[in-house]
Structures are given as structure tokens and as C-alpha cells.
């Protein structure tokens, strides 16, 4: 079993048809929505660390 360290979440509103282009975006470069969302916070600047870069389904073995 895969030991997650403390996280907190952060929601955001936004329209279907992005939600959509973010989930098809993620499924075309085989990354979790997760995954994708904190690559594109990172190339903003913010400080991401390379273990939360790292895609939790295929690191359990689903």
C-alpha cells in the first residue's frame, strides 16, 4: 500500500465544456486530471514537487 502524505483539497468552478477539454487533455497524455492540472501550475511558477507528480493509479498497480 502507497502511503499518501496530508493533503488538503482545492475546488474550482468552472463550465462543462472545460471540464471536458481538461479530462480529454489528461486522457490523451495518459495523466490523471490531477496529474495535468499540477504540470500546468508548475510551468506557472508554482513550486511543485516531483512526488506529487507522480500518478497514484499506476503506482498502487491498478
Given at each position: 500500500?502507497?502511503?499518501?502524505?496530508?493533503?488538503?483539497?482545492?475546488?474550482?468552478?468552472?463550465?462543462?465544456?472545460?471540464?471536458?477539454?481538461?479530462?480529454?487533455?489528461?486522457?490523451e497524455?495518459?495523466?490523471?486530471?490531477?496529474?495535468?492540472?499540477?504540470?500546468?501550475?508548475?510551468?506557472?511558477?508554482?513550486?511543485?514537487?516531483?512526488?506529487?507528480?507522480?500518478?497514484?493509479?499506476?503506482?498502487?498497480?491498478?
Amino acid at each position: 500500500m502507497v502511503r499518501v502524505p496530508d493533503e488538503e483539497s482545492v475546488q474550482i468552478k468552472v463550465s462543462p465544456e472545460l471540464k471536458k477539454a481538461i479530462r480529454r487533455t489528461a486522457l490523451e497524455r495518459d495523466e490523471t486530471v490531477r496529474t495535468f492540472i499540477l504540470k500546468a501550475l508548475r510551468q506557472r511558477g508554482i513550486a511543485v514537487p516531483d512526488g506529487d507528480l507522480v500518478d497514484r493509479r499506476k503506482a498502487t498497480g491498478r
